[in-house]
């Protein structure tokens, strides 16, 4: 089983930043690409970042320029920062994984609950 949790959600300040965290644990081999989605209200998920575990990122254009995407490959640990938020940032983030399970070595995908981030004056 693995279990991936986000945290860092919350309000923001029109023009401010934010940095959401992302935790993978359990029966972790080993971690491929890891990535960042969001959903905002009335919208489909759309992917905004992601990373593989050679270091490689992509970026939506909704992001390009003012995100950053980065991991700790030891602790299984992804990060978000995002600048210059605007209210068309708001939506729930969700994390997600490809991960390589111990001993069965099985590939899944893990996904986080997500965490609701609100960008409001």
């Known amino acids: 089983q693995v279990q991936v949790e986000e945290s860092g959600g919350g309000l923001a300040q029109p023009g401010g930043s934010l940095r959401l965290s992302c935790v993978a644990s359990?029966?972790?081999?080993?971690?491929?690409?890891m990535g960042w989605h969001r959903q905002a209200p009335g919208k489909e998920r759309e992917l905004v970042a992601l990373?593989?575990?050679?270091?490689?990122?992509y970026y939506s254009d909704s992001v390009k320029g003012r995100s950053t995407i980065s991991r700790d490959n030891a602790n299984h640990t992804l990060y978000l920062q995002v600048n210059s938020l605007s209210p068309e940032d708001t939506a729930v983030y969700y994390c997600?994984?490809?991960?390589?399970?111990?001993?069965?070595?099985?590939?899944?995908?893990?996904w986080g609950q997500g965490t609701l981030v609100t960008v409001s004056s």
């Open positions: 990373i593989t575990s050679g270091g490689s990122t």
């Open positions: 997600y994984t490809e991960v390589i399970e111990t001993q069965t070595y099985r590939y899944l995908e893990a």
């Open positions: 359990g029966s972790i081999f080993s971690i491929n690409a």
